[in-house]
């Protein structure tokens, strides 16, 4: 069934979205293994693997020593053996001791092989910033990922997506950057940090169902439908730009990625040509950030339907600061400024 | 190859399991204790793999009763034993005004070393000026140990406020002072250790006299970072000392799963080559002494020591953690090695030189030297109240010079 269908729901927050999507994929293949620090006994510092261990056993759901290299590496030989590991790097920002594996390794494995070796794997690791956490819990690397053949990058930003994307990324057979929103894990967040945190439970998108459905990978969603201006986004920020909308008036068409690269292509082109205008938004540094490679692709398929410069709203290009966050956090007043003037363009 | 020999057991994969639970006693005859002052003290020329009995064993110089015992004792003066009751009681004054400061909102995120107390002070207090310590996030001791360090400063870093002198730009407890021997704390595990020996290495091709000591916890060993640490302080005999803080815990997963099972962490420098010591770290002088050992071995050429103290969170991990929800409350109780405070105050009462008395006094002394300065940071404000360092801040510094591009973003924010 690739989709929820009339299965029974439940209000799931973000986390126990991503533990349904694990649960359902322990249960259905024997072949997928979860592992990473912490993880196990105490089911994640975020809780999202909170019980499975005692549900599925020690062999299928462990800790890990503190090595993504370690985590990563391993992972890569479990997939080659015909296991499908999903392992947990705790922080995004600690990815890097694994990037070797991922590169050099998971990515191309499939290629110099020509197939005789594969990895099916799905790294999950939460990023993003709004949490004070500074500049090890805050950042968003996923622009390096894109930038590596032979390896996908998914981020989520609601319950509904976060499970059918992550039972999507398991049963894929290539290796996936699973990129987790910190920030959304209880809540849409609006970038309004001093307003009251509103739960999933408010939210249509918590609306989960309980059992097996998949969000096709490369494939985006429109979350607002406008005429006067396409908002790419992705995680976080899809509910930045919507507040943006909201407060500015502008009747601005919303896409959430959902997939990162590869990607929907087809949807962004047909609305930017609609609307004649565009602007990206993303949490990451700005400077060879995701959003160089989307203003590309919208130019080059664009550029003739184009009323306006394409603008970008993004992290400056300095490391995640910590009592400055809300000056580095593209909040929808940075993101309002940019609908306008791409009007005025 | 050979045909697989048919009937044999299937392979089944082992994940270690600390004996302690939630619910459950820790059974810690895991730890295999050594009597005090039953180790030998080698030479500080000894070569690497001759130290591996001490690899092994646990150097221990307080006994149950508070008498120093054996080879190991240091000798040192009453004097000297109060400034270390000092920076100790210090140490665990400032972590619990911070903790308390934390849940009152006044900084984001805390991490106390409660029960590791003797381990960064007694080493601090072995160091010479110039010796360079690259900590983790545990290693306040370094700094409150040394009182030319001022806790208002400290404080004001943990404010995140107008003082910080890290400008708001790290989480609490990122500290960094190089004219006081402390390396900029990093919040990724393990990378520290390697850079110190590279530092170790430049003040040995600069013929200095200058000793690097390293920081890493039993979690963090499982990064590549502190085996590539081990293989160069080798190979170059590099002048610097690599601490193992064997903590038995790393947030919720114990040392087994950092690969302590049936081993040690000292064992890990013997095999690479190192002089490895394994030592009571809430032994206030076995720490004191062990460090004075390998900082002597170090500055006389011999090269580099690996130490692993084994002590105790007695604490949760962080602001952020609970670790009810994975051992046992009453571990902390528990652990055959005690507290550090309880144990060198026993000494120095059995001494006959502390009472309970001044022990109180001195408490209540640190104390009010805590709450003074903590008075004083929060008058320069708290990340609460949004007496923070400018937004202009977080251009700076990431160049030596600002480059246009930052300076056209920096006016995108509305900041001239
Ligand atoms: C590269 C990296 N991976 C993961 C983390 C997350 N993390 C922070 S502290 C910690 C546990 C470290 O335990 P240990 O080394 O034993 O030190 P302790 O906290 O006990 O002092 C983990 C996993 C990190 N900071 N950096
Ligand atoms: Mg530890």
Redesign the pocket.
């Known amino acids: 069934m690739p989709d929820g269908g009339n299965m029974k729901t439940t209000q799931m927050t973000m986390i126990q979205a991503l533990r349904s999507a694990m649960d359902v994929m322990l249960e259905r293949d024997n072949n997928v293994v979860l592992f990473g620090?912490?993880v196990g006994y105490f089911g994640g510092v975020f809780r999202c693997t909170e019980g499975l261990q005692k549900k599925y056993g020690k062999s299928r759901v462990f800790d890990s020593p503190?090595s993504?290299g370690g985590i990563i590496g391993a992972a890569v030989g479990m997939g080659a053996y015909g296991l499908r590991p999903v392992v947990e790097i705790?922080?995004a920002d600690?990815v890097y001791?694994g990037i070797d594996q991922i590169v050099s390794e998971a990515a191309r494995l499939r290629f110099r092989s020509v197939n005789d070796f594969t990895c099916p794997m799905t790294m999950r690791m939460p990023c993003g910033g709004g949490i004070y956490g500074g500049q090890?819990h805050s950042q968003s690397p996923e622009a390096m990922f894109t930038q590596v053949c032979g390896i996908r990058t998914v981020m989520p930003s609601n319950p509904y997506d976060a499970k059918g994307l992550l039972i999507a990324c398991i049963e894929n057979d290539d290796p996936v950057i699973f990129l987790e929103p910190k920030r959304l894990y209880n809540g849409p967040f609006d970038g309004h940090h001093d307003k009251p945190v509103v739960p999933w439970s408010k939210h249509p998108k918590g609306e989960v169902p309980e059992g097996y459905y998949t969000v096709p990978l490369e494939s985006a969603a429109i979350v607002r439908p406008g005429s006067e201006v396409t908002v790419i986004a992705y995680g976080t920020m899809v509910y930045v730009s919507q507040a943006a909308a909201e407060e500015s008036g502008v009747d601005a068409e919303i896409i959430d990625l959902r997939s990162i690269w590869p990607l929907d292509l087809d949807t962004l082109v047909e609305s930017v040509k609609k609307t004649g205008r565009c602007v990206i938004v993303h949490e990451a540094t700005r400077t060879s950030g995701f959003g160089a490679e989307l203003m590309a692709l919208v130019q080059e398929n664009c550029f003739y339907h184009l009323e306006a410069p394409i603008e970008r709203v993004t992290g400056w290009d300095t490391p995640y600061p910590h009592a400055q966050e809300w000056d580095y956090f593209p909040v929808p007043a940075r993101v309002a400024t940019a609908l306008k003037k791409t009007l005025q363009g | 190859m050979t045909a697989a020999s048919p009937a044999r057991e299937p392979l089944r994969l082992h994940v270690p399991e600390p004996t302690g639970r939630p619910g459950c006693e820790t059974d810690f005859s895991y730890l295999h204790l050594s009597a005090a002052g039953s180790k030998r003290k080698p030479p500080i020329n000894e070569v690497p793999a001759k130290t591996i009995d001490l690899a092994f064993a646990l150097i221990r110089v307080l006994d149950d009763t508070g008498q120093a015992v054996g080879p190991w004792d240091p000798k040192v003066d009453a004097a000297f034993l109060k400034r270390g009751m000092r920076a100790m009681l210090k140490t665990r004054a400032f972590d619990a005004r911070m903790l308390v400061a934390q849940r009152q909102k006044k900084t984001s995120f805390y991490m106390q070393c409660l029960g590791e107390e003797a381990i960064a002070t007694a080493h601090w207090m072995a160091l010479t000026p110039g010796d360079m310590c690259f900590p983790?996030y545990?290693q306040q001791g370094l700094l409150l140990a040394n009182d030319e360090v001022p806790m208002v400063e400290m404080m004001c870093q943990l404010f995140s406020n107008r003082r910080d002198p890290m400008k708001g730009r790290q989480l609490p407890v990122m500290y960094s002072y190089k004219k006081h021997g402390f390396f900029s704390v990093s919040?990724?595990?393990?990378t520290q250790v390697i850079q110190a020996v590279g530092w170790a290495m430049a003040s040995a091709i600069k013929n200095d006299t200058k000793v690097a000591s390293a920081w890493?916890?039993?979690?963090?060993t499982a990064?590549s970072d502190f085996h590539t640490a081990l293989t160069f302080a080798h190979v170059y005999r590099a002048p610097v000392i690599i601490n193992v803080?064997n903590?038995q815990?790393?947030?919720s997963t114990f040392q087994a799963i950092?690969g302590g099972e049936g081993t040690t962490f000292a064992a890990r420098g013997v095999g690479c080559g190192i002089a490895s010591l394994r030592v009571d770290g809430n032994d206030f002088l076995a720490v004191y002494a062990a460090s004075k050992w390998a900082l002597e071995r170090a500055r006389s050429n011999h090269g580099p020591t690996l130490i692993e103290w084994v002590t105790y969170?007695a604490g949760a991990?962080s602001t952020s953690d609970d670790p009810t929800k994975y051992r046992p409350d009453n571990d902390a109780a528990r652990f055959p090695l005690g507290d550090p405070v309880a144990r060198l105050k026993q000494h120095m009462v059995a001494l006959g030189i502390w009472s309970d008395a001044e022990h109180e006094a001195l408490k209540k002394q640190v104390e009010g030297e805590v709450a003074a300065a903590q008075k004083e940071a929060e008058s320069h404000g708290t990340l609460a109240d949004g007496h923070v360092h400018p937004a202009s801040e977080m251009f700076e510094d990431v160049y030596k010079d600002m480059p246009a591009h930052l300076k056209r973003q920096r006016a995108e924010l509305g900041i001239g």
């Open positions: 620090q912490d503190i993504e705790q922080f600690y001791p090890t | 983790t545990r919040g990724n595990l393990a890493i916890g039993d979690g963090a990064e803080v903590n815990w790393a947030i950092a969170r991990h």
